[in-house]
């Protein structure tokens, strides 16, 4: 699968670590515990932007636009944080490969932490003028930083310290932070907003999540400085793997570690990338069209009370976090392929449906919008922890799953809000966005089954009898 120097172009299971010693199974637990608060702490830094972005950010960063101007600008900025992703993603995978997973997960925590303070700081408009929109640029830029190096950690740690046949299911430890993260930052902006009141949360009660931050980071690094470093990174550090491809003249370099992992990603799985980053999109399009589009569309457009949409999307999110664990450990028994492909088409038949139902503008009909969505969503984000993990070998794998993953979010998630808002302005109606939604959510079941065809993504069972990497995954 990748031809680093000496290396054969088999599976990415038989790159597998040197035999090591796992884990106890308390240190597992512990470790996916770390996974789940560390990541929802740093998504809940991410999603109260997001949140902020649909309720509050308009008026107070942009208000000499209209409310749809200032709705589109204020989702403009909320997509510079995808744009930020990839860079993050290349620069901590980087030194995740090189130095270690549980370092990097460390640094863009506090990086988070430090950004999201800074924002609940942050002068509005009618304080410094232009001034407030740039510096909202700049530490939303760097939020996406943090997150874009977040991901590809927080999986690895989970994937790596699992047992063989769990991979699946501790890998969606991370993945469940993510609704975990929205649940959190809907229920500090719910208590803010009906705490203070409207007027007192639009004029400065909204900074309270955003504060509150500093807090939690503080919570989220005691906890992952407690954890150790993935066995399987430890192994090919201390004792990197030798295979010979092309005979023992390679062999010295062989033994040294990757340079510059990102490149050789490029270089040798580049196709792998591009299909993972493929099959993402779909589900983050829809995925922050359900976490953050609606939210304004709800309150703004079919005039629903801004606490009764919260609730809303809070229960779908807690129904998204349990059905990622549910398909994620569903992928350990039947296999990642049959998973991920009903997800697929689960979520291309509900693009369609999505805004017909919740144009009903009835509570019931939100609330069966926003459920269905996110179970949808759970079977196509429960697995893809330990899929992207399975395309690469240990030493490229930090660099390879981070790129696939922010380049999916970047072209899906990245600018799904405001091509909504966008398209909504247009004539005032959703069926383009609905064709939008289709469109990309089709787009990614392509690329999930072009990516099950390759031979990384299918070649690995076999191997993984005795190198433990794909556990039956396909």
Known sequence: MVRTPARSSTSAASSAAPPTARPSPSGIRRVAAASFVGTAVEWYDYFIYGTAAALVFGPQFFPQLSETAGTLASFATYSIGFVARPFGGVVMGHFGDRIGRRAMLVLSLTVMGLATTGIGLLPTYDTIGVWAPALLVLLRFVQGLAVGGEWGGAVLMAVEHAPSGRKGF?????????PGGL?????????????????AFADWGWRVPFLASFVLVVVGLVIRLGT?????????????????AE???????????????????????????????????????LGYIFMAYTLSYGSTTLGLDRELMLVLVLIA????????????????????????????????????????????????????????MAVVLGFTYGPQAALFA????????????????????????????????????????TWPITL?????AAFSLVCVLLLMRRPSAGAGTAAAKTAGHLDSAM
């Open 170 to 178: 501790y890998g969606s430890f991370p993945q469940m932070g993510v």
């Open 183 to 199: 649940i959190l930052a809907n229920l500090v902006f719910l208590a803010t907003s009906h705490g203070l009141g409207s007027n």
């Open 228 to 244: 150790a470093e993935s066995p399987e990174f430890q192994a090919v550090r201390e004792e990197p793997v030798h295979e010979q």
């Open 247 to 285: 005979g023992e003249a390679e062999t010295a370099e062989s033994e040294e570690p990757v340079r510059l992992p990102v490149l050789e990603v490029l270089r040798h799985q580049w196709r792998d990338v591009v299909l993972a980053g493929g099959t993402f999109i779909g589900n983050n399009a």
């Open 317 to 372: 999110a807690a129904v998204w976090l349990l059905t990622t664990a549910w398909s994620a450990a569903l992928s350990d028994r039947f296999g990642r392929r049959r998973v991920f492909v009903a997800g697929s088409v689960g979520l291309l038949a509900w693009a369609a449906a999505f805004f017909p139902v919740i144009d009903l503008a009835s509570t019931a009909s939100m609330l069966t919008g926003l459920v269905v």
């Open 390 to 429: 399975e395309l690469f070998p240990v030493r490229l794998r930090y660099s390879g799953s981070s790129l696939g993953y922010q380049l999916g979010a970047i072209l899906g998630g990245g600018i799904a809000p405001t091509v909504a808002t966008a398209l909504y302005g247009i004539d005032k109606a």
């Open 436 to 440: 939008y939604l289709v469109l990309v």
